[in-house]
């Protein structure tokens, strides 16, 4: 009999089931006790984005003393020398730029990629001037737009016209995302039309529903915007992510009316939100590069746009699997003495043999977990139901636990509780479990850090035989998926993650997985890094070993179990549960 997934109508009827079942409400309050933790033996290495966005002002336009001058508009090899300084300086690895020339030999965008080399992949998306021109003046090669470049191989790039038409103009100003392999993030740019209040406002709700179409896994996304921060359309960009620059990014000089300096607060970055931090780990605006000269004839510039380079660092999204920090999928354990054991992944499906103690007692019987970032510093977190409680223990980026947060109670001791990730799409991960022999949904709650709302029944019946793991994403579709052990007829089922909290029909990873030849399983995440999801388990051989099996793919295309090879040789007889 196949388990059904589906949403329930009513949200209301949930919790009243849900207090019926538990007998208690869901609350967010700190524990009070807390993670004995010693230090895992290999150093985090956090995974960063580091971008640098500027509007170069890079197409040949008016002479010195007159409006709409900009440094070395007629030489593209200067700004890009001046570009790739500032990007060695940030040890960058994003580069949004503003009013570039693309598309052609010569242009800014080949000159960059010479300077930049093969490890960089970059797209351009061509806009259009208001009398409908897309090529670059003044001697110039290419078309004028936007550019994207990202240290590493594009997968995928979209890019179309924001700005709403107008009978008054052919204007075009695009929007352009591109998607990284092994990013979860998507780099966007765009570039917001001046003025035209009401044009503006649309234009920008546009690029809002541009990005968030084709960043399921979250975005940062610059550029110029022409106005700052706090004016009213920009609310849609405010409201919804969070914004790292505050401060004069723009320098001008009015030749007509006062004589004197502009500034204003025009180019910006924002960045999905994440649960508890930000995820902007620092931010700055390079005023150096700015020219701040007055506009007069024979004064030398001290910059090299009319803009300068804001750049931000954000943490990046944490790895399927890794608690540590350098990037590989580590297998968490509760021994027989109630310790929680912090096993090290190697990148190719074994561990390390001597684990860390993250958890000195206390652990028997909990039912533990590890996905998800819950806390915003760009680590997963443990998650575990201890007794009837339910608790994230964050991680303090090298995989060493601080003091638990209790984010609910009433909880059945013998419910299974995973931390799946972002299965809802929102941006905060997670949490799945079996009461009874149903299965529930406990969403990330955007305004507790940590914390999750009230349950909502997604699965109706037959769950009390299954053993539940996190799979990560599978299937690279970007959602959430769930593997299932079924103890009945010794098979472990993929359930694919609809993105909206909910579960699709699954198919079979494999089977002999019965609970007395693999007593435990833990979906490993791409533990080898061949891009499939993989499985640990451990056997009743001996005094017990941990079995590592690569994942491959199906004539479906379905992700399955692969071969299976000795990662632990002994002693595994002792653990009591892992994840």
Known sequence: MKRSIRTLVSVAASVAALAATLGTALVAAPAAQAATAVAPAVAPAQNEIRV??????????????????????????????????AVDERRANV?????????????????????LGAAWS?????????????????????????????KGTVTGSWSQDALPDSPD????????????????????????????????????KNVKAFVDAHAPGGTVLGGDFNRNAAATGMEP???????????????????????????????????????????????????????????????????????????AVLRGAPRTGDM????????????????????????DGSVTGS???????????????????????GTEDIVARVGSELRVYPNRGDGTLAAPVRIGTGFPTDSEVVSVGDATGDGYPDVIATLGDALWLYAGDPAANPGVTSGVQIGLRGWSPMSLSAAGDADHDGKADLFARDANDEKLWLYRG??????????????????????????AGDADGNGIADLWATTNEGTGTLMFYAGETNGAGDPVDGTRTTVGASGWNTIRAIS
């Open 169 to 204: 103009d052919a204007q075009t100003l695009p929007v352009l995302c591109v998607a990284v392999e092994g990013w979860t993030t998507t780099p966007c740019t765009t570039h917001i039309i001046p003025g035209q209040a009401s044009r503006a406002a649309q234009q920008i």
């Open 498 to 523: 609809r993105g909206d909290g909910t579960f699709g029909e699954r198919t079979e990873y494999g089977h002999g997985y019965g609970t007395g030849s693999r007593p435990l399983l833990a979906g």
């Open 95 to 115: 580069v949004m730029l503003q009013e570039v020339c693309g598309g052609a030999a010569g242009s800014h965008m080949a000159l960059l990629q010479e300077r």
């Open 324 to 347: 540590d920090g350098d990037g590989r999928s580590d297998l968490v354990a509760v021994d027989d003495a109630g310790r929680l054991r912090l096993y090290a992944g190697r990148g």
């Open 52 to 85: 640098v966005s500027w509007n170069i002002c890079g197409e040949a336009g008016s002479a010195r003393g007159v409006d709409g001058f900009c440094p070395y508009r007629n030489e593209p090899a200067v700004k890009m020398d001046e570009l790739k300084k």
């Open 355 to 377: 684990p860390a103690e993250i958890g000195s007692g206390g652990w028997t019987g909990a039912s533990v977990s590890h996905r998800g970032d819950w806390t915003g510093n």
């Open 237 to 311: 960009l405010t409201s919804a992510y969070d914004n790292c620059i505050d401060g004069y990014t723009y320098h001008g000089w009015d030749t007509v009316g006062t004589g004197g300096h502009s500034w204003n607060k025009l180019d910006h970055l924002f960045t999905t939100k994440a649960a508890g931090a930000s995820r902007f780990a620092s931010c700055a605006i390079d005023s150096a590069r700015m020219d701040t000269t007055p506009n007069q004839a024979g004064v030398t510039p001290n910059g090299f746009s009319d803009h300068a380079p804001v750049t």
């Open 122 to 150: 970059i797209r351009h998306a061509k806009g259009a001037r208001p009398d409908g021109r897309t090529d670059c003046r003044g001697g110039l090669t290419g078309d004028l737009g936007i550019l994207l470049a990202v």
